[in-house]
């Protein structure tokens, strides 16, 4: 389950790639269908989103079909790149030896998202590496495959607690290693099996009523090189994706898309295609044109692009294409700009047809040589709306050079405008500033007012625990600032963030976690405001304002503040590093307001069936007691399979009962069960018929 690419480019590391649709950075359209997620551990996680995603810069078949994979890390040591889960991807062009090991590193990573050690003194099969995220979740990445086709996949993956998950593989293609399962300490909650015309992917296998797997998806491979033609959904409508390819400049591209509701998606590619720079026998290709019928009665969306000669591979540069995992257009040094323009086209024809169509809104994008967004111009009418983002980047200096925060937009102006009249103009303008780390210090809104916030070093501090890793990852305070106003300045609002830190689980052998301890809201006064509210209770409101004028000078500063508590929240954790179970738990929280604590206190349970649902459930009480000793009792049962809560008692007494179908969609909520009182609510989902071109 390789994921390569016929060309790399930092551009397909944008949402915008990864996501459903055209991208209009780089011209490809992709597809990305995400699987239900899966719950581990008695949802103690750690969470494992996964989704098949299809890419026609994707030039094999690694398990999953030709062009799809299975979203996950990995690390291929032939070229040294390291493709997250996430996206993004990185060449490791250097190393050094820290107290943590052997950390690789990549020079075009300006943020400290993630840490990659090697573990192994070579990277021959079997060896390992390890990715530590900024969350705290960690990868252990295992060398396998034949020789010519090595990668590390994760074997593991562990959350911050310390709980984990398994990764097994099976030998695909006498070439490649696909994912077989994945388990936890209770067992299998992901399989999958490949054969020569479906892959078959079985969610919570025999956990089902019947023996089967709670859901399962369907792949149908189709012609000698596999391509992924449908798949099918666990719905009793047989709901499924069915997808059409067309051969274009040596790429599979999707010609037509047909969606689980019925839309149908048309592509075309009627142009010569992205040229790189100094190859002239090579071109990538691109979407000129997307047309979408969505069925139902509803007219179809005719949406076409066009490119600048100028593109995301350098094009028009003198300099050489260098397929060796780097930014081609990262080593030019020099200004340089790119772009496309997106426009949507109706039809005043009844049948639609293109002859009498036109444009009524058009994007016109532009990205620098780092493929950073500088401007969106929307044109519709005579309205034009145009977005223009800058940056801290300074000009004819290396990437490697810029400052870390580079890729983040430091100021963003919206400005609205008429076409026919140029006065006519509103302009908005917010803008931001980061720490070496990517982590927000100040951002002033559009009206004026301002985000200040504060972060816990690496080393920590009182507050915060040290961070294991070095990252400057948790929030100290957030204080909000109002714009000025003749009406006289409002409060100043902060909130306060402490933390504690817990051991991981005993045989995880991580280091410690950060649990957040306390959470306070704060009103912050200046000098004459702090003494105008210690007289208010004595005197009150009105007298005490009449009162302000002859407050002394000293107190009348406007460097000095006091802050006032509003509200707080503090957090108690179960602290049992030997008990999967528990560990980590939120025991007890308690919220202080006006002097007056209310408390709420939690207690687990494990259970094999549910009230009314034949599948293991997390039990849950929460018992709340105010500040005048009554107290509340509330219950529910959550799906130790889906995370769903499929049964409630709130605080009268009232039960609620859920039920789902297999994409976890609610079909049915039932009030006060088994009882005369009883009463149900049941919800069906119709079957669409594909919608056909007009």
Not at 26 to 40: C, D, F
Not at 63 to 68: A, H, K, P, S, V
Not at 216 to 232: H, K, P, Q, S, W
């Amino acid at each position: 389950m390789t994921a390569t690419s016929s060309i790399h480019s930092n551009a397909l590391s944008f949402m915008s790639y990864l996501q459903n649709g055209v991208d209009p950075r780089t011209g490809q359209y992709t597809v990305s269908i995400n699987l239900p997620e899966l719950k581990a551990n008695d949802l103690q996680g750690p969470a494992l989103k996964l989704a098949l995603a299809y890419s026609p810069l994707n030039t094999q078949d690694s398990g999953f079909g030709l062009g799809w994979n299975l979203q996950l890390s990995q690390y291929t040591p032939h070229n040294q790149v390291l493709s997250l889960s996430t996206g993004e991807s990185f060449k490791v062009t250097g190393s050094r030896v820290t107290e943590r090991g052997t950390e690789l590193l990549m020079k075009e990573k300006k943020l400290d998202s993630f840490h990659f050690y090697r573990l192994d003194d070579n990277e021959g099969p079997g060896s390992r590496f390890r990715v530590v995220h900024r969350t705290g979740q960690v990868e252990i990445l295992q060398v396998m495959g034949a020789s010519d086709n090595r990668v590390a996949l994760p074997v593991q993956v562990f959350g911050a607690t310390g709980h984990s998950l398994s990764l097994s593989y099976l030998p695909f293609d006498n070439r490649f290693n696909r994912l077989a399962s994945i388990s936890d300490d209770s067992g299998e909650l992901l399989s999958i099996e490949r054969d020569d015309s479906m892959v078959k992917i079985h969610c919570n296998p025999g956990q089902a009523e019947d023996g089967g797997a709670l859901a399962r998806f369907d792949m149908l491979l189709e012609g000698t090189e596999r391509r992924v033609a449908r798949i099918n959904l666990p719905t009793l409508d047989e709901a499924s994706w069915r997808f059409m390819y067309r051969r274009v400049l040596d790429h599979d591209c999707l010609e037509q898309v047909q969606t689980p509701t019925g839309a149908r998606e048309h592509l075309y590619y009627n142009d010569d295609g992205h040229a790189l720079p100094g190859v002239r026998d090579r071109k990538l290709p691109r979407v000129t044109q997307h047309v979408t019928y969505p069925g139902h009665g509803q007219p179809s969306i005719d949406v076409r692009y066009s490119y600048d000669a100028n593109n995301f591979l350098g094009n028009n540069l003198d300099i050489p294409w260098d397929d060796d995992g780097l930014d081609n257009l990262y080593k030019y040094l020099g200004e340089y700009r790119y772009g496309s323009v997106e426009s949507l086209w109706v039809s005043d024809a009844a049948d639609g047809g293109s002859a009498t169509a036109k444009i009524v809104r058009s994007t016109e994008r532009t990205f620098n040589q780092f493929h950073l967004l500088t401007e969106e111009k929307v044109t519709q009418g005579n309205s034009v709306q145009t977005v223009t983002n800058e940056y801290n980047l300074t000009p004819y200096l290396a990437f490697e050079q810029q400052v870390n925060y580079c890729q983040l937009p430091a100021k963003v102006i919206t400005r609205w405008s008429l076409l026919d009249d140029a006065s006519q103009t509103r302009v908005e303008t917010t803008s931001s500033s980061y720490d070496t780390h990517g982590n927000l210090l100040t951002h002033t809104l559009a009206n004026g007012v301002l985000e200040t916030s504060t972060w816990y070093p690496a080393g920590g501090a009182d507050g915060c625990p040290a961070n294991p890793e070095g990252f400057v990852c948790h929030l100290k305070d957030k204080t909000t600032t109002p714009a000025a106003s003749q009406a006289g300045p409002a409060p100043v609002q902060r909130q306060r963030y402490r933390y504690v830190g817990l051991p991981a689980l005993t045989q995880s052998g991580l280091a410690a976690w950060h649990a957040m301890e306390s959470e306070t809201y704060l009103e912050v006064l200046s000098a004459r405001q702090a003494v105008q509210a210690q007289l208010t209770p004595l005197l009150g409101p009105h007298l005490a304002g009449l009162l302000m004028p002859f407050v002394p000078p000293f107190a009348n500063g406007t460097v000095a503040t006091t802050e006032q508590e509003l509200q707080r929240t503090t957090f108690d954790y179960t602290n049992a590093p030997g008990d999967a179970f528990a560990h980590g738990r939120l025991s007890q929280s308690c919220i202080t307001l006006n002097g007056q604590k209310t408390t709420t206190d939690f207690t687990y349970a494990h259970q094999a069936q549910g009230t009314h649902a034949q599948q293991p459930v997390l039990w849950t009480e929460e018992y709340v007691t105010g500040h005048t000793g009554t107290f509340k009792t509330f219950s529910q049962e959550q799906s130790l399979l889906t995370g769903l809560r499929l049964w409630d008692r709130d605080e009268n007494g009232v039960e609620t009962t859920s039920v789902h179908d297999a994409l976890r969609r609610v079909v049915r909520e039932t009030v006060a069960p088994g009882t005369e009182h009883e009463a149900s609510r049941q919800y069906a989902y119709t079957p669409t018929r594909p919608a056909r071109p007009s």
